[in-house]
C-alpha cells in the first residue's frame, strides 16, 4: 500500500489506453486553480477562446474557429477602410514634387552649382529662393515654344497641374544677441553671443526697419503654425514671417530687401518655407515645408516635408461602399466591446492574467479614440477646408488640419498592425503551427530575462561609441543616434571607414569587439534559448499524444460539404485518414512511454523485437490491448525493474486517471536534455526502496 501510495509513475499501458480514449473522446477538459468559482454555462452568442479553453477541446476549437472567423471579416472591413485614403498616386505626386523642389539645381553667387539638399550656409539660400522657388511658383511659359508663348490663366500652374492654395511663406524663428554668457577672456574678441534656441532664449523683439511682419515679431496665434521639432531643438510657431507676392516681379522685390538689410544673420535659428498645392486631377493636397535650421556652431542643416491628402471625396460606387465598410466597422467594434464586457464579467480579475486579453483591451482602447478623432477630423475639414482654400491673396495655414489628419492615420496604422498580431492567436491550424507558437510562448520568460543581459552591454557599447567617436561620427553625434547606429549594424549599415578615419587604433577594435560580443555570443544566446524550448516543446507534446486542432475541426466541417455534394467516397477516406493519425501511436511514442516508467534501453529493445514494432509500423488500439495481455502473463524477455507500479487491471478513462497522466507528463523527462532527471527519478525510486526495507 505504502508503494502505491508514493508512486508518481503511471504504466505506459494505462497511458496508452488514455491516450487512445482521449483522442477519441476529444475530451480534454482543463482545470485551472482560481478559476473553478467561474465555471458555469456561460452565453453560446458571446463565449470567447479564452473562456471555452476551461471546457472540453471540442467547444475550445468551434470558438476559436468562430473567433478566427470573425476576426479575419474584421481585418478585411479594417483594411477596406483604411486603404481607402491611400493611393499609390500619392507616391508619384510627392516624387514630382520632390524632383521640382529638392532635386532642381542653382547658382550660388560664387558660381557653386547645388541642390537643396546640398544648402550649407545662409549666402545659398537665397539664390535657392530666387532660382528655384520664385521660378516654379510663378509659371508663364509652355515648354516647348521657341517665341516663348505665354500659357492662359488656366494653365499657369506648377507642371501645369498644381494650382497653389494661398500665398507661399517664409518665416524665421530669432534668438537674443544676449541669450548666452561670453568668457572675460574672449570678451574683446565677441560683442555678441547667440546660444541655441530655446523659449526663454528667443527674441521677440523688433529688428531692421520695424515696418512690416518680416521684422515685427507675431505670436503663434497670429501665425496660425504648430511647433516643429528639429534636428537640434524644437522651434515654437511664433516668429517673423513675409509672404510670396502675386507676380514673380513682386516677389523677387520684397526678397531683394530682405536680403539687403540682412534679414538672415547670425540670430537667425530657424527657417521654413510653407506652401500648399492641390492638384484637381486626382483631388490630392500636397503640402510642402521647407525647413532650414541654423545651429550655433554655424552652417546650416537642410530638411524638408512633403505629405499628400486626400480631403474631397469624390461621389462614386467606391465612396458609398466605404460609407457601408464604415458601418459594418461600427457594428464590429460594438460587438467586440460587448464581447469582451462580458468576458470581464465573466472572469472579473483573472481576466487580467491572460496576455490576449490585454491586447483585446487595447485594441478596443485604441479603436474607440481612432473613432472619435476620425469623426471629429471629418467635421473639422468640413468646416474649416474650404474657407482655407477660397482665400487666394493670402497665406493659408494648414498645421491643425495636418496634425489631426496624421494623429488619425497614425492611430489607424498602429490599430491594423496590432490586428494582425492578434491574427496569431488562432494559427495553430496543425501540429506544426501549434508547435512553433508554443516555443514561442515558452521561450518569453527566457528571452525577457536575457534580454536584460543584452541590452546591458549593448547600452554600454552605444555609450562608448559616442563617448569615443561623438564629435566626428555622425551616427555616434548622440547617444540616441549611437543605438541606432549600432542596431543597424544588424543589415550592414555601419561606416566603418568613419570609424577608423575617427582613431586608427580604437575604431578597429570598438567594431570588432562589438561584432564578437553581441553578434557571435549574445545573438546566437538567443537562438540557442529558441532551439532548447523548441526541443522540450516538442519532446511534451510527442509525450502527450496528437490532439485535435482548428485544422482537424476544418477537416470535418469540408468531410460534411463532401458529402452534400454527393462525394461520400471522398469524404469517407478523407475520414479514415483522420482517425487513422488520430489513433495510432507511433514507434517514437511507445519508446518515450516506456523510457518514462523506467525500462532500460535493452529491455525495450527486447520488447519492440518480441511484439515486432518498427519506426514504420503503426500500433492501433486494438493492437495494444492484444500486447498488454501478452505482456500480463510476465514474459522473461520483457521483464519490470523492482519498485516499480503494477500494471493496472482497468483502463477506464476517468478524471482523477487524466489528472494523474497531467501530472505524468510534467514530471517526465523526454529529451536528452532531462536525463539527469531521470536519473534523478530512478535514485529516489531506490531510495524510496530501502525505507520500506527500513520499516519492515
Known amino acids: 500500500m505504502m508503494e ?3 508512486g508518481k509513475v503511471n504504466s505506459p499501458f494505462e497511458e496508452s489506453e488514455n491516450f487512445y480514449k482521449d483522442l477519441k473522446d476529444h475530451k480534454f477538459k482543463s482545470k485551472l486553480k482560481g478559476y473553478n468559482f467561474r465555471l458555469k454555462n456561460p452565453n ?3 463565449i470567447t477562446r479564452e473562456i471555452s479553453r476551461y471546457y472540453d477541446r471540442e467547444t475550445y476549437l468551434k470558438t476559436s474557429l468562430k473567433e478566427m472567423i470573425i476576426h479575419i471579416g474584421f481585418i478585411i472591413i479594417l483594411c477596406l477602410v483604411t486603404h481607402s485614403g491611400t493611393s499609390r498616386i500619392q507616391y508619384f505626386y510627392s516624387k514630382a514634387m520632390t524632383g521640382l523642389f529638392i532635386d532642381a539645381k542653382f547658382s550660388t553667387l560664387s558660381g557653386e552649382v547645388l541642390t537643396y539638399r546640398k544648402i550649407t550656409s545662409l549666402d545659398h ?8 522657388l520664385i521660378g516654379k511658383f510663378y509659371w508663364s511659359h509652355w515648354y516647348s515654344q521657341d517665341d516663348q508663348a505665354y500659357v492662359s490663366d488656366d494653365d499657369a500652374n506648377m507642371l501645369y497641374s498644381n494650382r497653389l492654395i494661398g500665398r507661399p511663406r517664409i518665416r524665421q524663428v530669432r534668438v537674443k544677441n544676449d541669450s548666452c554668457e561670453i568668457p572675460n577672456d574672449f570678451k574683446l574678441m565677441f560683442t555678441a553671443c547667440y546660444a541655441e534656441y530655446s523659449s526663454s ?3 521677440k523683439s523688433d529688428f531692421g526697419p520695424a515696418n512690416s511682419t518680416a521684422w515685427i515679431y507675431n505670436s503663434a496665434s497670429d501665425t496660425k503654425a504648430h511647433s516643429y521639432d528639429g534636428e ?29 538689410n540682412l534679414w538672415l544673420d547670425r540670430a537667425t535659428r530657424f527657417l521654413v518655407i510653407d506652401f500648399s498645392t492641390y492638384n484637381a486631377n486626382i483631388q490630392f493636397f500636397c503640402f510642402v515645408k521647407l525647413i532650414f535650421e541654423m545651429p550655433p556652431s554655424g552652417g546650416v542643416l537642410s530638411f524638408y516635408e512633403i505629405e499628400t491628402h486626400e480631403f ?3 461621389l462614386n460606387f467606391w465612396s458609398y461602399a466605404l460609407i457601408i465598410f464604415e458601418v459594418i466597422f461600427v457594428i464590429y467594434f460594438i460587438y467586440f466591446v460587448v464581447q469582451e464586457v462580458y468576458e470581464l464579467y465573466y472572469f472579473r480579475w483573472h481576466y487580467f492574467k491572460h496576455f490576449w486579453n490585454w491586447m483585446d483591451l487595447l485594441l478596443v482602447i485604441l479603436t474607440l479614440v481612432a473613432i472619435i478623432l476620425y469623426v471629429y477630423n471629418n467635421l473639422y475639414i468640413s468646416n474649416n477646408l474650404m474657407p482655407l482654400i477660397e482665400s487666394d491673396d493670402t497665406h493659408q495655414c494648414f498645421d491643425a488640419l495636418l496634425y489631426l489628419e496624421d494623429a488619425v492615420q497614425n492611430l489607424i496604422a498602429f490599430i491594423v498592425f496590432l490586428n494582425w498580431i492578434k491574427l496569431l492567436k488562432y494559427l495553430a491550424f496543425n501540429h506544426s503551427l501549434y508547435l512553433m507558437q508554443t516555443t514561442i510562448r515558452r521561450a518569453t520568460k527566457d528571452i525577457l530575462c536575457f534580454s536584460v543581459i543584452f541590452f546591458t552591454v549593448f547600452i554600454a557599447f552605444a555609450q562608448l561609441g559616442h563617448l569615443l567617436f561623438g564629435s566626428q561620427v555622425a551616427s555616434f553625434r548622440t547617444f540616441a543616434k549611437s543605438i541606432f547606429g549600432l542596431l543597424r ?32 555570443v549574445l545573438v546566437n544566446m538567443y537562438l540557442a534559448i529558441i532551439i532548447e524550448t523548441y526541443c522540450e516543446v516538442r519532446a511534451d507534446i510527442q509525450a502527450g499524444g496528437t490532439k485535435p486542432h482548428i485544422g482537424d475541426l476544418i477537416g470535418q466541417y469540408f468531410n460534411k460539404f463532401l458529402k452534400m455534394i454527393g462525394l461520400k467516397k471522398l469524404a469517407l477516406a478523407r475520414e479514415n485518414k483522420s482517425q487513422r493519425q488520430m489513433s495510432d501511436n507511433t514507434y517514437q511514442e511507445i519508446r518515450d512511454l516506456l523510457n518514462r516508467c523506467g525500462y532500460s534501453e535493452d529491455e525495450i529493445n527486447s520488447f519492440f523485437a518480441k511484439y515486432e514494432i518498427t519506426e514504420d509500423r503503426l500500433i492501433n488500439a486494438e493492437e495494444m490491448r492484444k500486447i498488454l495481455t501478452n505482456v500480463e502473463d510476465k514474459s522473461p524477455k520483457v521483464r519490470r525493474k523492482p519498485g516499480l507500479l503494477p500494471i493496472p487491471q482497468d483502463f477506464d478513462t476517468t478524471t482523477s486517471k487524466l489528472n494523474r497522466k497531467i501530472d505524468v507528463l510534467e514530471y517526465a523527462a523526454l529529451t536528452a536534455f532531462n536525463k539527469i532527471d531521470t536519473i534523478l527519478d530512478k535514485l529516489e525510486v531506490i531510495s524510496n526502496i530501502k525505507k520500506e526495507r527500513k520499516y519492515q
Do not use: C, M
Not at 539660400?125 to 528655384?132: C, G, K, L, R, S
Not at 507676380?247 to 539687403?260: A, G, V
Open 4 to 6: 502505491q501510495k508514493k
Open 44 to 46: 453560446k452568442f458571446l
Open 125 to 132: 539660400i537665397w539664390p535657392y529662393i530666387d532660382e528655384v
Open 201 to 203: 532664449a528667443e527674441d
Open 232 to 260: 537640434i531643438s524644437t522651434y515654437g510657431g511664433g516668429g517673423y514671417y513675409i509672404d510670396f507676392g502675386a507676380t514673380k516681379d513682386e516677389s523677387r522685390e520684397s526678397f531683394y530687401i530682405l536680403n539687403k
Open 312 to 314: 474631397i471625396r469624390s
Open 489 to 520: 549594424t544588424v543589415i550592414g549599415d555601419l561606416d566603418y571607414r568613419a570609424l577608423e578615419n575617427s582613431n586608427h587604433l580604437l575604431g578597429p577594435i570598438f567594431f570588432f569587439a562589438y561584432i564578437f560580443f553581441i553578434f557571435f
